[in-house]
């Protein structure tokens, strides 16, 4: 890692070599503008259906196709206690992990209020949309807000600025970082490690450390260092 500031006052990962290529069919699209197999049923950052029945249960719908079932742990808080896949066809939703079915169910949602029934068994499940909660994954780093560094597949963070001239990052679980450009195609030019804790956020790549405040909002990711300012990607 070189500097974060170029003529232009960028950050900026110069890296002597580039490591591969890669193909971004879409960067940083978060839940506030899911384009997923759920539809309706992802929410926004901070947001999850929660059982009305006893309010212990919970799940969390991802725009990149997996479900995060959460229970609470104390106030607002909530955890993350299993990650599945899901698919939609219709009215029908499957839960599925490594291929194998979980539950399948039939669903509705009207407002606020998501409705399940299993089929067979005439008993609904009922489900409210509830703000404001702090739903942390232990397996997946979250910021204060509840949004997740970590995006799907062939998802990442990239800034706003023109075609050829951009930035960004992904995040994977595990704590490794891949830093990328586009000035000639996207590609990877650097990789590196990150560890999130709070709102703070420690990115090493090619020996040199920096840490940032960041904040994760629906699709923005904001990063701020205190020499170089303040940096948005989406």
Same mark, same amino acid.
């Given at each position: 890692?070189?500097?974060?500031?170029?003529?232009?006052?960028?950050?900026?990962?110069?890296?002597?070599?580039? +490591?591969?290529?890669?193909?971004? %069919?879409?960067?940083?699209?978060?839940?506030?503008?899911?384009?997923?197999?759920?539809?309706?049923?992802?929410?926004?950052?901070?947001?999850?259906?929660?059982?009305?029945? /006893?309010?212990?249960?919970?799940?969390?719908?991802?725009?990149?196709?997996?479900?995060?079932?959460?229970?609470?742990?104390?106030? =607002?808080?909530?955890?993350? @206690?299993? %990650?599945?896949?899901?698919?939609?066809?219709?009215? =029908?939703?499957?839960?599925? %992990?490594?291929?194998?079915?979980?539950?399948?169910?039939?669903?509705?949602?009207?407002?606020?209020? !998501?409705?399940?029934?299993?089929?067979?068994?005439?008993?609904?499940?009922?489900? %409210?949309?509830?703000?404001?909660?702090?739903?942390?994954?232990?397996?997946?780093?979250?910021?204060?807000?509840?949004?997740?560094?970590?995006?799907?597949?062939?998802?990442?963070?990239?800034?706003?600025?023109?075609?050829?001239?951009?930035?960004?990052?992904?995040?994977?679980?595990?704590?490794?970082?891949?830093?990328? =450009?586009?000035?000639?195609?996207?590609?990877?030019?650097?990789?590196?490690?990150? !560890?999130?804790?709070?709102? @703070? /956020?420690?990115?090493?790549?090619?020996?040199?450390? +920096?840490?940032?405040?960041?904040?994760?909002?629906?699709? @923005?990711? @904001?990063?701020?260092?205190?020499?170089?300012?303040?940096?948005?990607?989406?």
């Amino acid at each position: 890692m070189g500097t974060f500031v170029s003529s232009k006052t960028r950050w900026l990962f110069s890296m002597a070599a580039i +490591l591969s290529a890669l193909v971004l %069919t879409g960067c940083g699209d978060k839940e506030n503008n899911p384009v997923g197999p759920g539809g309706d049923l992802v929410l926004s950052a901070g947001q999850a259906w929660v059982d009305d029945a /006893l309010g212990i249960t919970g799940y969390v719908f991802r725009s990149n196709g997996k479900v995060q079932a959460i229970s609470p742990t104390g106030g =607002n808080n909530w955890t993350v @206690t299993a %990650t599945m896949d899901y698919t939609v066809n219709g009215n =029908n939703l499957k839960m599925t %992990t490594n291929g194998t079915l979980v539950i399948e169910y039939t669903f509705s949602i009207q407002g606020t209020v !998501l409705t399940l029934t299993v089929p067979g068994i005439p008993a609904e499940l009922i489900y %409210t949309r509830k703000s404001g909660l702090n739903i942390t994954d232990p397996t997946n780093p979250t910021d204060p807000t509840g949004g997740n560094l970590v995006l799907g597949p062939g998802e990442a963070w990239a800034d706003d600025y023109p075609a050829g001239m951009r930035d960004g990052f992904i995040f994977l679980t595990g704590g490794k970082v891949l830093s990328i =450009n586009d000035y000639d195609g996207w590609e990877i030019d650097g990789e590196g490690t990150w !560890l999130a804790s709070g709102n @703070t /956020l420690t990115i090493t790549i090619d020996g040199e450390t +920096l840490s940032f405040t960041y904040t994760v909002s629906g699709n @923005t990711l @904001t990063m701020t260092h205190a020499d170089y300012g303040t940096e948005v990607f989406h």
